[in-house]
């Protein structure tokens, strides 16, 4: 764990219409409103949420991030989203490459890296996420896909300017949503390869002081300091747990607890 300060993300995922949205929201303001510690909180609602979520989060220490953006900033793209409409919606960071888009939605290395210029170019903070399956882990090639991912994902990109931070969460996808959270000494050596293809990417310099190392995979109250402790992990992406309030906010003091 670096000194930098920690990041706490939820991923609602498509779990909450905009009024249960708007409801846990209102729930989480209460809950934090005392909190002066480190780490910084993310939601990410749906698409539909935000407009509701950035009126009702501003002026509270939850930032907004988006699950998804698209590479262009206009054209014929039904369905898509693009990164000004997130800009104007008060967005500031964005999931790109979660396990659930590239398996459902058929999403692509190739379009990841597009995602991570376009998200960057925009002023957003990505999210980008990278983990093995089940069946490449089994095979023994889960440093190859991470590497691979990394590599691809930052292939058009160059070094981050100044003052942009970019997070890598390391979600091993057998870990996600089935409540069998990585072993926390396997996780941190993924992390540790995470950080030295980082490395072999930009300067270790640049590295330090403008990525983050997260975990994500079945996180909660009773895990998360296991991910966070020592020279671990920089943070945690939270699907599950992060749908209610209470289990939110006990993995947010666990943290400050673990750090102190
Ligand atoms: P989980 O989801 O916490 O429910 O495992 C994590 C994620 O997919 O971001």
């Not at 990278?130 to 069946?135: C, M, N």
Request: charged letters at 20%; a neutral charge.
């Amino acid at each position: 764990m670096n000194t930098r300060n920690p990041l706490l993300i939820a991923n609602w995922k498509m779990q909450l219409t905009v009024q249960q949205t708007v409801q846990l929201i209102t729930e989480l303001r209460r809950e934090v409103r005392h909190y002066r510690g480190p780490v910084q909180l993310v939601a990410c609602p749906s698409f539909t949420s935000l407009p509701e979520a950035h009126r009702r989060l501003v002026g509270s220490k939850i930032r907004l991030g988006a699950q998804d953006v698209f590479w262009d900033d206009r054209g014929p793209y039904t369905g898509a989203i693009s990164p000004l409409m997130l800009r104007e919606l008060g967005v500031e960071y964005v999931i790109v490459g979660h396990s659930e888009r590239r398996h459902h939605l058929g999403e692509t290395d190739d379009m990841v890296a597009r995602k991570m210029v376009s998200a960057l170019a925009h002023g957003l903070q990505p999210i980008l996420c990278v983990g093995e399956s089940t069946a490449e882990r089994s095979q023994g090639v889960r440093e190859t896909v991470v590497r691979r991912q990394l590599t691809e994902a930052f292939r058009s990109l160059p070094p981050p300017s100044q003052g942009r931070r970019i997070a890598v969460v390391y979600e091993p996808i057998w870990a996600i949503g089935t409540g069998m959270p990585a072993d926390p000494d396997q996780a941190t050596e993924m992390r540790n390869i995470i950080h030295q293809t980082l490395i072999d990417l930009y300067a270790p310099t640049l590295v330090d002081r403008q990525f983050l190392i997260l975990y994500g995979g079945s996180v909660d109250p009773q895990n998360i300091c296991d991910y966070i402790r020592g020279e671990r992990f920089d943070g945690a992406l939270v699907g599950t747990a992060s749908l209610n309030a209470q289990t939110f906010v006990t993995m947010l003091k666990e943290v400050s607890d673990c750090l102190s």
